[in-house]
C-alpha cells in the first residue's frame, strides 16, 4: 500500500521560505511522477510542481516558476518541495501526489493514484 506523508508546513512572514517534505513507501517509485498541488479556502486545489522520479525532469505552475523548487532524494524515498519568497497568496493546504501509470500529466489532478494528508502554510503578509 502506498502512503505519502507529508510535513514541514507551518506560519513564515511573507518573503521568507519553507521545506516541504514528502515521504513515500510501500512501493518502488523509480518509475513514478510525483506532484504537489495546494489547496486554499474556498479554492479548487490547484497544481504548483511535479518531477518524473527517475529521469528528474520537473514541471512548474507559472505562479510558483523561480520561487518553487521540487527535488528528490532516491535513497530517502522523499520529495521536497523548496518554497522562497513565500507570498500571502501560497497560503494553503500542501498535498503530495504520486502517478503510477500512464503518459506524464502533471497538471491533472484526476491523473494521480495516491494523495497524502497534507500539510497548512500560512504565509503572513
Known amino acids: 500500500q502506498v502512503q505519502l506523508v507529508e510535513s514541514g508546513g507551518g506560519l513564515v512572514q511573507a518573503g521568507g521560505s519553507l521545506r516541504l517534505s514528502c515521504a513515500a513507501s510501500?512501493?518502488?517509485?523509480?518509475?513514478?511522477?510525483m506532484g504537489w498541488f495546494r489547496q486554499a479556502p474556498g479554492k479548487e486545489r490547484e497544481f504548483v510542481a511535479s518531477?518524473?522520479?527517475?529521469?528528474?525532469?520537473?514541471y512548474y505552475a507559472d505562479s510558483v516558476k523561480g520561487r518553487f523548487t521540487i527535488s528528490k532524494d532516491n535513497a530517502k524515498n522523499t520529495v521536497y518541495l523548496q518554497m522562497n519568497s513565500l507570498k500571502a497568496e501560497d497560503t494553503a493546504v500542501y498535498y503530495c501526489?504520486?502517478?503510477?501509470?500512464?503518459?506524464?500529466?502533471?497538471?491533472?489532478?484526476?491523473?494521480?493514484?495516491?494523495w497524502g494528508q497534507g500539510t497548512q502554510v500560512t504565509v503572513s503578509s
Open positions: 501526489a504520486a502517478q503510477s501509470t500512464g503518459p506524464w500529466q502533471p497538471t491533472r489532478l484526476d491523473k494521480y493514484d495516491y
Open positions: 510501500g512501493r518502488t517509485f523509480s518509475s513514478y511522477r
Open positions: 518531477i518524473r522520479w527517475s529521469a528528474g525532469i520537473t
